[in-house]
């Protein structure tokens, strides 16, 4: 027993301080990319090499306007073999662990994506809160070339998971990775208890899912199945490449493609897997809890 | 038997080909002299015509039943001889099982019957492997029996998968456990490669083990194209799978430690799995090592600065490690629970042919680092951690070993890092009708990766062995008169991967 307070004393405090303070991640973390559009050429260098097809060319908009490059945060597993193969130094890897969006299309850099502003305000707690959370982030995305904020839930939300949230997870093909980075948010050094937020056992007592991995068609019934377990409202966040897109699975024939082929989905985090400062970040800007500078 | 070292290539007419009888025996008399089986698998259609690929394989009729329309390969590791022994045959719709002489070919002939149709007969247990549907449970009957479904969601954050417990009372006769959920269809799609997504699939084939199976992929690579990389890529290549080893190994402490509801190791070790893994993050920018291992070499070099700052906070890491896991031989709550619980006896592990810790845990000196060494591992041994008991103890014993020498090897060889390059990628194509293997001793044990090329030099077959395809029999067995409360314990102290099986 004294052993083992005297190695609680020199363990010590390792909580980290966000969202007060942010971590110090290594140096060779590539983080967000940004692209730098007026550098792009269009040369086609890294759309050519990238392993998950997560960039593509666009053609603008209006109909004829100058071709431009789209990199899907959705697909990217961040090997940063775009980064290297750029002759122009147009995609650079910034380091921040700030990235998520509430719709997909939130996560396309650089483009023009085609979402309908059918922003709803309906909130139906009893039934489908789903059209009510769903909608609505796409147009910050707008020609954006790098990554933003994370649109917080709306106050009826708020009101009901903003102190505190239960969630649980589902891996559905997943590889082991992103549900280690999920599971060591309730470790010490992040302590996702401090912010209301924990896991739990039972789709009947959860108020979100976290799914993780490309839905292998084996899992499919079981992760529709968890979701219609869980009382309403509900939400369901996808933790990386393969639950938002496929990743490097997308079209394989014993995979769905991502978990919105199941399910719907509210908060998309990107990585492969995420680092879990991402995942503990995009949380908490959900549920309006990280200070909105920008 | 065509013998050879780890990491080799050969022609694929290399491998004799021999009837079945003397295939079935050559195998079972090199299993008695102490062999086990790294891998058995049939290519379908094999040695047909000449232009093979596998998008022909895939798309030919099935139902010649009587024509030779497979060929049986199986691969041996010969620790004795510190080699890997192939032999084949030829084989039509059906072939006499070996699993009644040799259990530990079991799982390896479900398989050959699931992905083929190719029925080993005689076969004593011939279940699904991945398939989710139509699993036949044993079920026990009589007062007081009772059965118990679990998953395939489970309550923690941990992959799917399906277990049947048959109890009488609070006692389990027999547990077995049903996989597949996770199944995507990486061996199917590594067919045609190498292209660019294959080191993707390799690196996530189990996530957790990314340097293991990514480096069992690289040697391949390397085998067939006649590359060597540089002393500098191996010892990169070399820490990374040790630390990997640690991150699992002081995680999985911390784990076995909250499964008994003894909070201070559970807490302490948590945060200490993470710092390990934030080292590997120090050199690839990714928290499992994403992007260090590449055919040829290593994506990521070690400079003078960084090994001085992995070494110094290794060091820190170990000591704090070190103190946290000590206070549970400490704890005779925690050794009550850890002691003659879940035991597996030393001949069963043999019979089933157990790699890894789980197997070292009985008392077994099996590792492929010391005997089959590649890499880094030719010139720094690191002694086996073997411990005889087989219990949950046991299993916690050999982690806590392996994590400690594979601190004390990463010191070493970040002390002294050889000169040389990091490597550049292998690009050059390779060659047909080819074969190659590749073992390396991931931290649940022996990783297998095989494979055959076409006329073209495209993978014709790709076959991953991951140590978790031996082992979970092995779970089933230690849970055999166990109190049912006690399997998140007994699951813990293995820890075996549901993707990696899967694929």
Redesign the interface.
């Known amino acids: 027993m004294i052993?083992?307070l005297r190695?609680?004393l020199?363990?010590g405090y390792?909580t980290n301080a966000f969202p007060a303070e942010n971590p110090r991640?290594?140096?060779?973390?590539?983080g967000a990319p940004r692209l730098e559009t007026e550098r792009c050429t269009v040369c086609g260098a890294c759309k050519a090499?990238?392993?998950?097809s997560a960039i593509s060319v666009q053609s603008g908009e209006p109909a004829g306007a100058e071709p431009r490059l789209a990199l899907d945060l959705g697909r990217c597993?961040?090997?940063?073999k775009c980064e290297t193969a750029c002759p122009e130094g147009a995609i650079a890897f910034t380091g921040s662990f700030r990235m998520g969006a509430r719709a997909k299309a939130g996560l396309v850099l650089g483009s023009v994506p085609h979402v309908s502003s059918t922003r709803t305000s309906r909130l139906d707690v009893s039934n489908d809160a789903h059209k009510a959370v769903s909608t609505g982030a796409g147009n910050q995305a707008l020609n954006s070339e790098e990554t933003r904020l994370i649109e917080a839930l709306d106050r009826k939300m708020l009101k009901i998971f903003g102190r505190a949230m239960k969630i649980r997870?589902?891996?559905?093909?997943?590889?082991?990775?992103?549900?280690?980075?999920?599971?060591?948010l309730?470790?010490?050094?992040f302590d996702l208890s401090r912010f209301g937020i924990s896991?739990t056992?039972?789709?009947r007592h959860a108020d979100a899912i976290i799914v993780t991995?490309?839905v292998?068609?084996?899992?499919e019934l079981?992760l529709r199945k968890?979701y219609e377990a869980m009382p309403s409202p509900k939400l369901v966040i996808a933790v990386g490449a393969c639950a938002i897109s496929g990743g490097?699975?997308r079209g394989?024939?014993?995979?769905c493609g991502g978990a919105d082929a199941v399910i719907p989905i509210d908060l998309y985090i990107p990585g492969?897997?995420p680092?879990?400062m991402t995942i503990l970040n995009a949380l908490l800007e959900l549920l309006d809890r990280v200070p909105r500078k920008n | 038997m065509k013998l050879f070292t780890n990491g080799s290539a050969m022609s694929v007419e290399d491998i004799p080909v021999v009837d079945f009888e003397f295939f079935a025996r050559s195998i079972a008399e090199a299993v008695k002299s102490g062999a086990s089986i790294v891998a058995l698998f049939a290519v379908p259609d094999y040695g047909k015509g000449a232009a093979r690929t596998a998008a022909e394989l895939t798309a030919l009729p099935t139902n010649a039943a009587t024509e030779k329309r497979a060929r049986l390969f199986a691969f041996l590791g010969l620790p004795t001889k510190g080699m890997i022994g192939g032999i084949a045959a030829d084989i039509g719709s059906a072939f006499p099982s070996l699993t009644p002489k040799i259990p530990q070919a079991h799982m390896f002939e479900r398989e050959i019957f699931e992905n083929t149709g190719i029925v080993p007969v005689g076969h004593p247990w011939l279940k699904p492997v991945?398939k989710?549907f139509d699993y036949d449970f044993y079920s026990l009957e009589g007062g007081q029996t009772h059965e118990v479904a679990v998953g395939?969601?489970h309550?923690?954050?941990?992959?799917?998968g399906h277990f049947r417990f048959q109890c009488y009372g609070e006692e389990v006769e027999h547990l077995e456990i049903a996989l597949?959920?996770?199944?995507?269809?990486i061996e199917?799609?590594l067919a045609g490669g190498p292209d660019?997504?294959t080191i993707?699939?390799m690196e996530?084939?189990?996530?957790?083990t990314?340097i293991g199976h990514a480096t069992a992929y690289a040697m391949l690579i390397e085998a067939l194209t006649s590359t060597q990389p540089d002393a500098r890529a191996e010892a990169v290549r070399g820490i990374a799978l040790e630390l990997e080893r640690m991150a699992n190994h002081i995680g999985d402490l911390g784990a076995l430690a909250g499964d008994v509801g003894y909070l201070?190791t559970k807490?302490?070790c948590?945060?200490l799995?993470?710092e390990v893994l934030?080292l590997t993050?120090?050199?690839?920018?990714?928290?499992?090592g994403?992007?260090i291992v590449q055919p040829g070499g290593v994506g990521?070099d070690i400079d003078e600065k960084m090994a001085t700052s992995i070494a110094a906070r290794l060091q820190k890491i170990v000591k704090?490690t070190d103190?946290?896991v000590?206070?549970l031989w400490?704890?005779p709550s925690v050794l009550a629970r850890f002691e003659r619980t879940g035991m597996l006896k030393k001949e069963t592990a043999l019979e089933l042919g157990l790699v890894g810790p789980a197997a070292r845990a009985c008392g077994i000196e099996r590792d492929v680092r010391s005997d089959y060494p590649s890499g880094i591992y030719k010139y720094a041994a690191i002694p086996v951690a073997t411990y005889p008991s087989g219990d949950v103890y046991a299993r916690a014993m050999v982690r806590m070993l392996e994590y400690q020498r594979s601190a004390s090897a990463i010191l070493d060889v970040l002390a002294a890092l050889p000169a040389g390059n990091t490597g550049k990628p292998a690009s050059r194509a390779l060659p047909a009708r080819s074969v190659a293997l590749s073992l390396v001793e991931g931290w649940r044990g022996k990783i297998c990766h095989c494979a055959i090329t076409d006329n073209r030099g495209a993978f014709l077959y790709y076959k991953i062995v991951d140590p978790s395809f031996h082992n979970w029999p092995g779970l089933a067995y230690a849970l055999r008169g166990q109190q049912i409360s006690d399997f998140p314990l007994c699951n813990k102290s293995f820890n075996l991967?549901?993707?990696g099986f899967?694929l």
């Open positions: 052993k083992a190695s609680r020199h363990q390792k991640l290594p140096e060779r973390y590539p090499i990238c392993p998950t597993i961040f090997c940063r997870q589902v891996s559905a093909g997943g590889c082991n990775a992103c549900e280690a980075d999920v599971n060591v309730e470790t010490i050094g896991i056992a039972s789709p991995g490309p292998s068609k084996n899992m079981a968890t490097i699975y394989l024939p014993d995979v492969c897997p680092h879990p | 991945r989710i395939p969601v309550a923690g954050v941990i992959e799917p597949g959920y996770q199944h995507r269809g199917k799609a660019i997504r993707h699939f996530t084939s189990a996530g957790d990314t201070p807490s302490f948590g945060r799995r993470g934030n993050a120090e050199i690839c920018g990714n928290r499992f994403r992007g990521f704090d103190e946290a000590g206070l400490d704890s991967s549901y993707c899967d």
